[in-house]
Structure formats: structure tokens, C-alpha cells
């Protein structure tokens, strides 16, 4: 069984930073890219970040695009996302999702590319 687990959400002031983590066992990783998504309530839930299976290769939403970044460490079986000069719209519960194609080349941004999801963790941005 596949299971994703996330970490490192919380509470920030506007400006600030925080790292997210997400272990996944029950696959092999290193052979999918992997993704993370946010939803904020009453929202859809939406493309931010994603990673190649090789990490060589990153996308981004035009929203975070040189604010956060996305990394890897295949030999932990472990993705990240780095957040940085947050805003109060980043508010949302933050998911780490594993793309259902091996080695996919052409990176997906979509909802429907990915198979496997994690439980989310809540990122909260004040004033």
C-alpha cells in the first residue's frame, strides 16, 4: 500500500517561510514524479510545484513561481517543498500527490495525472 505523509505546515506571519515534507513508502520512488497541490475552503484544489522522477527537470505555478521550490531525495524517498516570502493568499491545506506514469516526461499540472495523494497539511499566513 502507498502512503504519503506530509509535514512542516503551521502558523506564519506574511513574509515568512516554511518547509514542507512529505515521505512516501509502498512505492518505488524514484522512478515518479511527484507534485504538490493546495486547497484553500471553498476552492479547487490546484497545481503549485512539480518534480521529475530524476529531479533534474521543475514546474511551477505562475502564482509561487520564484517564491517556492521543489526538491527530492530519491535515496530517502522524500519530496519538499520550500516556501518562501509567503503570502495570505498561500493559505490553504497543502497535498503531496505521486503522478500515476513512471518517468513521465512531459510534467503534468493536473488533478487527474496523479493517483496517490497524502493527507495534507494546513499552511496558515496571517495579516
Known amino acids: 500500500q502507498v502512503q504519503l505523509v506530509e509535514s512542516g505546515g503551521g502558523l506564519v506571519q506574511a513574509g515568512g517561510s516554511l518547509r514542507l515534507s512529505c515521505a512516501v513508502s509502498?512505492?518505488?520512488?524514484?522512478?515518479?514524479?511527484m507534485g504538490w497541490f493546495r486547497q484553500a475552503p471553498g476552492k479547487e484544489r490546484e497545481f503549485v510545484a512539480v518534480i521529475s522522477s530524476g529531479g533534474f527537470a521543475t514546474n511551477y505555478e505562475d502564482s509561487v513561481k520564484g517564491r517556492f521550490t521543489i526538491s527530492r531525495d530519491n535515496a530517502k524517498s522524500t519530496v519538499y517543498l520550500q516556501m518562501n516570502s509567503l503570502k495570505p493568499e498561500d493559505t490553504a491545506v497543502y497535498f503531496c500527490?505521486?503522478?500515476?506514469?513512471?518517468?513521465?516526461?512531459?510534467?503534468?499540472?493536473?488533478?487527474?495525472?496523479?493517483?496517490?495523494w497524502g493527507q495534507g497539511t494546513q499552511v496558515t499566513v496571517s495579516s
Open positions: 500527490a505521486a503522478d500515476r506514469v513512471s518517468f513521465r516526461s512531459v510534467l503534468a499540472t493536473t488533478r487527474d495525472a496523479y493517483n496517490y
Open positions: 509502498g512505492r518505488t520512488f524514484s522512478t515518479y514524479p
